[in-house]
């Protein structure tokens, strides 16, 4: 089992920047997919980034750009920095760990509000 844990969440005025962490126990995450989705009231889960074992990244078009995500193996943390915000990138934002186009694990998510 993998527990995620979100944090970095807030309030942020529209042009302003935000950096995510999600911090992964009971095992390591080294091997994993990690993924950002995000989902806004009324709107269906969407995948943010994605970030491979080995590095490879890919990005919804709607962020490409603005957010950036990483990882920090020997920390076992993930993380999504989020520049540029807009008021569209308002949604609770969830990590989770997959392997083969499934996404397995994820995290309680961490509410972000741009305000324009």
């Known amino acids: 089992q993998v527990q995620l844990v979100e944090s970095g969440g807030g309030l942020v005025q529209a042009g302003g920047s935000l950096r995510l962490s999600c911090a992964a126990s009971g095992r390591t995450i080294s091997f994993y997919v990690m993924g950002w989705f995000r989902q806004a009231p009324g709107k269906e889960r969407e995948l943010v980034a994605a970030i491979t074992s080995g590095g490879s990244t890919n990005y919804a078009d709607s962020v490409k750009g603005r957010f950036t995500i990483s990882r920090d193996n020997a920390k076992n943390t993930v993380y999504l920095q989020m520049n540029s915000l807009k008021s569209e990138d308002t949604a609770v934002y969830y990590c989770?760990?997959?392997?083969?186009?499934?996404?397995?694990?994820w995290g309680q998510g961490t509410q972000v509000t741009v305000s324009s």
């Open positions: 989770a760990a997959g392997l083969g186009g499934s996404y397995y694990f």
